[in-house]
């Protein structure tokens, strides 16, 4: 995308060359000397006034010229920055995650955030650090249905969740301790999906939340 820009930048520079290119079509040229010092006189005045007129269009055009210029350089500038960073939370725990689609308004403030006991529905890409996926619910078309705090998943995810509310994005850097540990996800035979002692990330969307029954 920063080539993109930058190829935007040069079309529009070269268009303002050829703008003040034709500007200078408005300059005045030396009229002809004329045998009648009446009509000599006459006509320069009208050619002192015709090139006043000439001179103000030519310094508004080459003025918008140079607005058009310093405008096109600052875009192109704000084009070419480098994007905000985003802002990592790290908990005491060693887990540490990235809202990627936060809710915002009075009606998300309203709505219920996943706490302990409740019951999630989750859509999830995992990875290795790598970044070679080992599992992903939204390919397979089945997201994963759980109640928080009773261990049915990897303590990470769980508590990754934790605050998050329906239609929710984050990703979670998952370390190893809350993840599978040095057991890892190993088959028989065919190797292992997550090797042991292995950090992992998550990319979570929170589909819907509901408290657990009483």
């Known amino acids: 995308w920063k080539r993109n820009a930058m190829a ?4 529009l520079v070269v268009l303002i ?48 010229a140079g607005a058009a210029i310093a405008g096109i350089a600052q875009g192109a500038s704000a084009a070419t920055a480098a994007p905000p960073k985003e802002k990592v939370v790290k908990l005491e725990n060693g887990l540490a995650y990235v809202d990627k689609g936060k809710r915002e308004g009075m009606l998300a403030g309203l709505e219920q955030a996943v706490g302990g006991g409740d019951f999630v529905i989750v859509d999830y890409i995992a990875y290795l650090r790598d970044g070679t996926i080992f599992d992903n619910t939204k390919k397979r078309g089945k997201p994963v249905t759980f109640q928080v705090g009773k261990n049915q998943v990897i303590p990470g995810l769980e508590i990754g969740l934790v605050g998050m509310k329906a239609g929710e994005s984050r990703r979670l850097y998952v370390p190893s301790a809350l993840g599978y540990k040095e057991r890892g996800v190993c088959l028989e035979g065919k190797g292992c999906l997550v090797p042991p002692d292995t950090d992992l990330v998550y990319d979570v ?9 009483i």
């Open 205 to 213: 969307t929170l589909i819907r939340v509901a408290p657990a029954p």
């Open 17 to 64: 060359g050829q703008l003040a290119a034709s500007v200078s079509a408005f300059a005045p040229t030396a009229a002809p000397l004329l045998r009648s010092t009446r009509h000599a006189s006459a006509c320069t005045g009208l050619r002192m006034q015709s090139g006043a007129h000439d001179v103000s269009r030519r310094n508004l055009m080459q003025g918008v």
């Open 8 to 11: 935007r930048y040069f079309a």
